[in-house]
């Protein structure tokens, strides 16, 4: 059994948001009860032929992926490498939202990056985004 729930639990009603929770009786040594597996999904309306079972109209991400507006709106923002990859020699990238305005990049590549290069990939990065965060450059050349 699949359940969409909101933030306090509830089912979620077509059109909304919601995470995903699992039930599964099929393993009798160790059931999954209320398993919630980490991902997000917008709740589609009841198919016309009245099953009634839960439509996922559109997976929008892991939590883990999740980024949370200074407005509160959630985002599944894309960083496509072939945006930034060219920016500067970056073998790696990794942003983690410290506060509701500010991201840490945290970078590997060989050397730090120049002024011009921190500019370019905070233009990058922000409009993936889709707002303006403060972003906080720490970089290393070892594995993140």
Known sequence: MIEI???VGQPCHPSA?????????LNFASPLIRYALGDYVAVGHSCAWGRGLPVIRRVLGRERNLIILPDGRRHWPSFPEHD??????????QLVQKTPQSIEARIVAPRPLTEQE?????DVLNASLGYPFLLLFRWGRGLL
Do not use: F, N
């Open 118 to 122: 921190q500019v370019r990939l905070i």
């Open 84 to 93: 930034w990859m060219p920016i500067a020699p970056i073998r790696q990238l």
């Open 5 to 7: 729930l909101d933030e």
């Open 17 to 25: 948001i919601g995470r995903v929770v699992l039930t599964t009786l």
